[in-house]
Each structure stands twice: as C-alpha cells, then as structure tokens.
C-alpha cells in the first residue's frame, strides 16, 4: 500500500467487450473470412512443408468432389462425379438433424457415433441373416426398423439414467460409443467374412439384396444418392416443422430453456427428456442404415467415421435450424473430400487431409468468438490525461 | 502506510470528470461527473439501469471507463483493477458477497493480500479487533463464513475493505438484504466512519434512507448525471421527481376488502429441499378471496418454497394445501399435485415466481410464445396455435404498456420491468382466482412497480386471493391487508397491515413469535 502514486495513468491495450446484436449477415461475413483465413493457412503449411503450389492443391480439391476430368466434360457429366459427395453429405446431414432436438433440448448426445455403429449393426444383421430368404425390397425396410430400434435403445438408455438418476449424460452417450465399438468389432470378428480376415468383406455381393438401388442414369449401386438424398431431405423438413411447430418441439424448446420453468408450465420434463433423446438416437441409427445400405455395403470399425462427431459441429453451426444444416454438411464434407485429393494428388502423407480439415475447423470455429465478442486493439489512446 | 497519504487541501477526495461508458450499444454511463468529498457520506440515487453501479465499478478497478479521466486527491489515475483501486484505497462493498465460505473471516480479509509466505492470522486477528471497536462493528475473526447470517457476511466485507486501508468507501444496495435493526446498526457505523474522515457512497433506492443517512445525493437517470442536492435542502418527492424525470403519485390506493371468502387454508406444511434442510416448518395460514395477503421476511426464510409448494413445485413433506371454489364453496386439497394437475382441476391459480427468466418465462422465446407457455397444449392437433397467443401479446403489450420492438422480440433482450409486464400480464390475463407473487417488482423502476401494484389491487377487487411476498416494508404495509412474517421458516406471526408498524413487523423477521416473548436482544450501536 506504499506505493500508492505508483497507479499511473496507464491504459490497457486489449478490449475484450460482449457484442449484445449484431446483424446476421455481419455474423457471416466474420465466418466466411474465417475460411479463408483457414485456407490462407493451410496455404502456407502445404507450400511450408512439402513444396506444392497452395492454388493447384486447392484446384485438386474441386477434382477430389467433382472428377479429375471434371473440366472439358458437359455440366451433367461433372454432376456425376460428384454424386458421392452428394451422398455423404446427406449422410452427415441426416445425423445433424437427428442430433437437433437432443441439443435443443441441452441434452448433450455425444453418443452419435455409437448410436450409428449399433445401427450399422443391426441393418448389416438383417442383411447377413435375411439377404437369401426375403425380397430386397422388404429387406430394406427390415434393416431400416433393426436400425432405428437399435439406434433408440442406444439413446435411451443414457436418457434413462439421466432422467431418475440424474446422471451425466455427456459422459454417458460418450461411454456408450466405446461398448458400440467394441460390439462391433465382436461382430466383425464372428461374421467375419472370409474367414481369418478379421473383416466382413462386401455382403451380398452377387444379387446385391438390401442395397439401395440406383434409380436416375449415372448411378451405381456404390453412388446411389438419390434415394438417399430425397429420403434425408424429406426428413430434414420434417424436423424443421417438428422443431417448430409442434407442440413437443415447443415442449423440447422450454425445457432446453429451463426445466425449472417446464415443471413450472406443467410439462413432464422426464418424459420429453425420454422422448426427444429416443428420437435423436433413433434417426442416428437410421443413418448408420444408409451407410450399410447406401454407402459400405459391409461393416467395420470405421462405418461411423466420426460422422457423430463432425455432425455436432454441423448441428452447433447452423444453430439447431434444419435448413442451414444443409449448407454446413455440404461444405465439410466438400472440404474433406478436397483434402483427401489433396494427399493422393500431390503423394502428401493422408494425414495431411486431417490436418487441413483441423486448421478449416478451428478457424471457423474461432470465428464465433469473433461474432460474440468484439475485440479491439488501443495502443495511443489518451484518455485520462489532463 | 499512513505517512504516504498527502491531503492535497481543498481537492475532492474523487473527481469523476465526463466518464462515459457502453456496452454494446447501451450507454451504461454518458458523460458522467461525479465529485466525492472528504467526510461526507453521499447517496448515488437512481432506478435500476440508470448506471449507478457500473459508475462505481469504474471507481473499484471492475470496469475500465471508455472515456473520460478520474482524479483522486485531485490528480489523474488510472484504476484498472480492484488492486489499483486498494491502492488508492478505495474499496467497494459489492451487492453481492465476494466471500469465500469455507474460510473464516480473518482468512477471507487478507485473501489476495500476498504479503508474506506465511499467514500470520495472529495480527490480522488484531487489526480486526482493532478496526471493531474503532467503529462498532461486530467480527468474530474464526467464524467460517458459511455459519454468517447475511448481515455479519456484510459486516465481514466492509472491515475487509478497511483492513486493506481503504478511505473511500462504496457500498451497493447495502440495505436490500437487511432488516430495519439490522438497517439502522449499519448507518451507525457509516456515521462512525464519516467521523473518522472517511468518504462513504451508498448506492441505493430507497428514498427514505437517503433521507436519513446521507449527507448529499446525486442523482443519475438513464446514464445521465442530473445534479446533485444537499439532503437537508430537499424531500422524497422532489428526489423521485429527479429519479424518474416527471412527478410520479407514491401513493398505494387500498380499497377495503370486499366480503373476503375463504379461498386457501394451508395447514401445517413442512417442506424440506433437495439437499435435506427443512424449509417451511409447520406453516399455517389462510388466504382470502378479495385480499392481498402480504407475506414479509428476510431473504430465505421459505417465502420462495412456501409459493412452489402452493403451485405444487415442491414435494410437501407433511401438512396439507385446500383450495375453496369460488362459488360453491367446495374444498380441494391440492396436495401432492403438479401445475397440471392443478390446472385440470379447473383450479385458476396463476403464479409470478421469483425467478422470471429462469422459471415464469423463456428467454430465448418471444412475447407470443411465451404467452402459450401455459396454453400450448391447447386443441387436437399435433402442431400448435398461434394465432391466439399473438393476439394476447399485443394486448399485453398495449395494456401495460410494454416497451418492446414487437412482439417477436426475445423476452430476454427486454429489460426487467418489461419482463415483468409480461410474466404478470400473461398470468392475470387468465382471471385467477388465487394469485401468488414473489418479490414482483424486484429491480423495476418506480413507475413499472406502481403499475405492478395497480394491477395486484386489481385483482383483489375482483375477487381473487392475493399472495404478495415483497421485500419492501414501507410497500407491504401500504399494500397489504394483512401481512404473514416468516422467520426461518416458520410462521411469527400475522399482523393487520393497516395498524402494525415497520418496527413490530421487523421484529418479527428476526425473532420468532417476538410477540408473545420477550422483545429484541439486539444491542444497538450508539456513535
């Protein structure tokens, strides 16, 4: 307390304040230079460290989406190539919407990825079992029911638990991904197929029955989108009414809120807790569906991919809104598969995918600090000087 | 330490010159001078929202001023932490306690001292005493904080601030959780203080202690400074006139109960929380219909459960609830029941909680759906009807005058009083025949608090029980008609609004049943 002339006038440098509003498009326009602060840096690591021209990388990353002889070829021709990446994005997208009304409701399902790999399970199940005894047709509505059961019993569980114990449900999905994985990799090991080869190569290869088949031309039976794409979307609008217009969106709103004011609106908050999260799980098991019936055709350990946990990404930046999902899967999904060229075009390590994809991610993460907080530098203010 | 401090004669202890602050796009503080004298005790008078606190938080190193300069013993600083603030010793009694309750009180005073390695509590315990009887105040140096009532916690800070040697002192709504005693031991010892040469701020409300404590007021309204009087130069109505920008009526209007009807009999409740303390021990009671039953206590005494359990939020331990219908006379027991049980029984109980934002209404949510909060389930339709909700929110909002962008704003962006109109808006639109409020015009300004009151005697008149906890006594005596005291949980007493007085009512907070046993034990504190 001696030094009490020492307080000078000295003036802070970094003003860190809350942004109370502001506008939507300004929010935007911070995110989209968030990318490109994310490719201007993944720019430089790639010409850092292993020499190749940023621009030609990122050109091959819009061959990796749409066909290396995507150029030259007619609109519809370079459509086809990019049917895969069609598919997947719908793939995550239809994950990102099934965790919606679990977020909304500030239930935090972490547990996508096991709630897909259960569901994989149980379609691969039916596919393995039934392929030779029903029609293709009725076997996949078989898989799509095993996959949503198994999906939900995995989301009901940990909503359970939650509900009468009051257990931690982050921790509880999250330890459920890990018994999902190694369920599978039981079931790998026993149908395993051919035998010693601790993997389940592609199931019913020849007549092709529970695969989800081509319908337009361009299609193969390894790109069939649309079927997938119509169905997702279908979805997709569903819970954009269900969220938003129906009485147990509104139910899964306020409790998400408060649960103090749910009970205190006379709403059961064990019940939608129940509810919303058995939906959720059930429409990621569903996805794990599509991959087998849409996508693998098999199962293996990487069916998920960390589709459940890039959808919570998907899901957090389009704010729970269905609709704006769409552009967000579109994207990382278009980003991965630009990375993934990047590494097999230029012979870079396949790690080096993750590690552009890691730097997009946290740029564009790090743009929501940007949006809610306005940060500004003050080096010659003068203030408090007479 | 003392030797350091050189009185530059004649300049103000603080000068406060065009400070201007924002937040967002909120201007907290527009060009605000502010001058505090050596010895005097000034009250810094204004609604809530008029930036009174986040002034003084400039002062105590919370906020950094946008602009403008501070001056203290007339030269210019910089405060940009508590610790700048300490060392220009100036200290800040925040509203709420900045304690830790797992220490005792020596411990929590020399916190974030860092003056030696070891704690030498034995002298800290010394200057403690010492600091005690120079002013009066009473500390018990090993006392862990948890086992304070409020009031020692309150007593804890201010001989905090003066350990570390403080000469200007800033106290935030000291008297929100204080009863009248309690009050008048705490301007004791600010009178003290002054007597000691020390500059004292007490931001606050209520008119009628800055009647009686302060030296000077300056007034601040929406951010604005509006001048500053001399307290003996002018009274409560002319205060409010400059608090709120126009002349405002303080007058309650309390019409006479008309032919009150029994409506609610609560009888020996007891109800104990989630974490096994008992709450409300043996309450009995009962509301009329055509009444305003006033329920007063210090903060926590089970006003809060006592309300949730009515409303069938609490699990009631023992005890019984019964609900009279209006016309037949007809007895319900509502014991054990949900608000949807509630409601189903055809039961029009509406209830302002407490908590607005976190258990009346939904933040994220605008007026309109808000207003279905309690309706939504209404028809046969998976989706829900809007179009009534949004019609009830327009007359809200012209009703009560609610000042809101529209009504598809997020009741959070409003502020307090509008959030209020809201919640009590949409809760007496559905004609309830049993009200229960909880502290409705908490942090609203003067004129949104009349509009509260109004709008209570309203219901009152046309038949409904009326259950008003409130905070303020002056209100409640004004207000009620009769008044129920809680004191930890527990009935003191039921007193006739209209001939009891502040001090039997305070008493009773304090001291259960202080009626019938023996009065006070509480010694006051002479200068």
């Known amino acids: 307390?001696?030094?009490?002339?020492?307080?000078?006038?000295?003036?802070?440098?970094?003003?860190?304040?809350?942004?109370?509003?502001?506008?939507?498009?300004?929010?935007?326009?911070?995110?989209?230079?968030?990318?490109?602060?994310?490719?201007?840096?993944?720019?430089?690591?790639?010409?850092?460290?292993?020499?190749?021209?940023?621009?030609?990388?990122?050109?091959?990353?819009?061959?990796?989406?749409?066909?290396?002889k995507w150029a030259g070829k007619t609109f519809y021709d370079g459509f086809a190539y990019s049917f895969a990446?069609?598919?997947?994005?719908?793939?995550?997208?239809?994950?990102?919407?099934?965790?919606?009304?679990?977020?909304?409701?500030?239930?935090?399902?972490?547990?996508?990825?096991?709630?897909?790999?259960?569901?994989?399970?149980?379609?691969?199940?039916?596919?393995?079992?039934?392929?030779?005894?029903?029609?293709?047709?009725?076997?996949?509505?078989?898989?799509?029911?095993?996959?949503?059961?198994?999906?939900?019993?995995?989301?009901?569980?940990?909503?359970?638990?939650?509900?009468?114990?009051?257990?931690?449900?982050?921790?509880?999905?999250?330890?459920?991904?890990?018994?999902?994985?190694?369920?599978?990799?039981?079931?790998?090991?026993?149908?395993?197929?051919?035998p010693g080869s601790n993997s389940i190569s592609i199931i019913n290869r020849v007549d092709k029955t529970g695969w989800i088949p081509p319908v337009i031309e361009g299609e193969t039976f390894g790109t069939s989108f649309l079927v997938i794409t119509v169905l997702v979307l279908i979805f997709t609008t569903l819970m954009y009414v269900y969220l938003k217009h129906s009485k147990q969106g509104y139910e899964i709103a306020v409790v998400g809120e408060s649960e103090n004011t749910a009970r205190y609106s006379g709403i059961s908050v064990k019940k939608v807790v129940v509810r919303s999260m058995t939906l959720s799980s059930a429409i990621c098991g569903l996805a794990g569906f599509f991959i087998v019936a849409g996508r693998d055709h098999t199962i293996s350990d990487t069916t998920a991919g960390g589709r459940g946990f890039t959808a919570i990404i998907v899901a957090w930046l389009a704010k729970f809104n269905p609709f704006v999902m769409i552009l967000i899967a579109a994207f990382l999904t278009f980003m991965d598969y630009?990375?993934?060229?990047?590494?097999?075009?230029?012979?870079?390590?396949?790690?080096?995918?993750?590690?552009?994809?890691?730097i997009l991610l946290f740029c564009i993460l790090g743009c929501e600090f940007f949006i809610n907080y306005s940060v500004k530098l003050d080096f010659g203010r003068k203030g408090g000087k007479e | 330490m003392e030797s350091t401090i050189q009185f530059n004669s004649g300049a103000p202890a603080v000068q406060m010159i065009d400070i201007t602050k924002t937040f967002g796009t909120v201007v907290a503080n527009n060009k605000v001078s502010l001058e505090i004298r050596r010895g005097e005790i000034l009250s810094l008078l204004g609604e809530n929202g008029s930036g009174k606190t986040t002034l003084m938080n400039m002062l105590s190193g919370i906020y950094y001023p946008d602009s403008g300069t501070i001056m203290v013993d007339g030269r210019p600083v910089s405060i940009r932490s508590p610790k700048d603030a300490f060392d220009l010793r100036i200290g800040?009694?925040?509203?709420?306690?900045?304690?830790?309750?797992?220490?005792?009180?020596?411990?929590?005073?020399?916190?974030?001292?860092?003056?030696?390695?070891?704690?030498?509590?034995?002298?800290?315990?010394?200057?403690?005493?010492?600091?005690?009887?120079?002013?009066?105040?009473?500390?018990?140096?090993?006392?862990?904080?948890?086992?304070?009532?409020?009031?020692?916690?309150?007593?804890?800070?201010?001989?905090?601030?003066?350990?570390r040697g403080a000469d200007i002192l800033i106290l935030d709504e000291p008297t929100a959780v204080l009863t009248p005693q309690e009050t008048q031991k705490l301007f004791a010892v600010m009178r003290n203080m002054k007597e000691d040469g020390k500059s004292i701020v007490i931001i606050t409300h209520k008119l009628h202690e800055v009647m009686e404590i302060s030296d000077r007021v300056a007034v601040l309204r929406k951010g604005e400074y509006i001048g500053d009087i001399a307290t003996k130069d002018t009274d409560p109505q002319q205060l409010t006139d400059m608090m709120v920008g126009r002349a405002v009526s303080l007058n309650i209007d309390r019409p006479d109960p008309v032919n009150p009807v029994r409506r609610l009999t609560v009888t020996g409740l007891t109800v104990i929380d989630d974490d096994g303390v008992k709450k409300l021990h043996n309450v009995s009671f009962a509301a009329m219909g055509g009444e305003i039953l006033g329920v007063a206590g210090i903060s926590g005494s089970g006003q809060k459960e006592l309300l949730e359990a009515i409303a069938g939020l609490r699990i009631i331990e023992s005890g019984d609830i019964t609900y009279y219908e209006p016309h037949t006379g007809k007895a319900v027991s509502l014991l054990g029941m949900n608000p949807r049980d509630i409601k189903r029984l055809g039961v029009r109980l509406a209830f302002v909680p407490e908590d607005r934002l976190g258990m009346g209404l939904v933040g994220s949510m605008d007026l309109a759906d808000n207003m279905m909060l309690k309706s939504y389930k209404k028809g046969r339709l998976p989706l829900t009807e809007r179009k009534s909700p949004k019609q009830l929110a327009e007359k809200v909002v012209q009703d009560l005058e609610v000042v809101t962008p529209s009504i598809s704003t997020p009741v959070r962006k409003l502020s307090g009083g509008n959030v209020q109109k809201v919640l009590v808006g949409r809760e007496v639109e559905g004609d309830p025949t049993l009200l229960l409020s909880a502290y409705a015009v908490r942090g609203l300004d003067i004129n949104t608090s009349y509009t509260i009151y109004r709008l209570m005697t309203e219901q009152k008149q046309r038949g409904a029980a009326v259950v008003y906890v409130g905070e303020d006594l002056d209100v409640l005596l004004e207000l009620a008609d009769r008044i129920l005291v809680l004191c930890s949980g527990q009935v003191s007493g039921i007193v006739d609004a209209r001939t009891t007085t502040k001090e039997e009512v305070g008493l009773l907070m304090t001291h259960l049943g202080a009626m019938q046993t023996e009065p006070a034990d509480d010694k006051e504190v002479e200068a």
């Open chain 1, 1 to 68: 307390m001696s030094n009490i002339r020492k307080s000078l006038v000295r003036e802070p440098i970094i003003h860190i304040s809350r942004r109370t509003d502001i506008p939507r498009w300004h929010g935007w326009l911070i995110r989209c230079g968030g990318v490109l602060a994310g490719l201007l840096l993944s720019g430089l690591i790639i010409f850092l460290f292993f020499k190749v021209n940023p621009i030609s990388a990122y050109g091959s990353m819009i061959n990796g989406v749409f066909g290396e």
């Open chain 1, 85 to 194: 990446w069609i598919r997947d994005t719908m793939i995550l997208l239809l994950i990102a919407v099934g965790l919606a009304p679990a977020f909304k409701m500030r239930f935090w399902n972490i547990g996508a990825e096991g709630q897909i790999l259960v569901g994989a399970i149980a379609a691969a199940a039916c596919m393995i079992f039934l392929g030779a005894r029903v029609p293709s047709g009725l076997l996949l509505v078989i898989m799509a029911v095993a996959a949503v059961a198994a999906g939900a019993v995995w989301g009901l569980l940990p909503a359970l638990a939650k509900s009468f114990w009051k257990t931690n449900e982050t921790l509880f999905t999250l330890m459920m991904n890990y018994i999902a994985l190694l369920l599978m990799e039981f079931f790998v090991a026993k149908w395993e197929d051919p």
């Open chain 2, 92 to 163: 800040m009694i925040h509203q709420h306690f900045k304690l830790v309750d797992v220490l005792t009180a020596a411990e929590n005073i020399i916190l974030g001292l860092n003056e030696k390695f070891v704690l030498d509590l034995k002298n800290v315990r010394k200057t403690v005493e010492e600091i005690c009887g120079r002013y009066g105040f009473t500390v018990d140096p090993n006392k862990k904080v948890y086992n304070m009532s409020v009031s020692e916690k309150q007593t804890l800070e201010i001989v905090k601030v003066l350990y």
């Open chain 1, 338 to 358: 630009g990375a993934k060229n990047i590494a097999t075009r230029f012979n870079v390590p396949n790690d080096f995918s993750q590690i552009i994809t890691g």
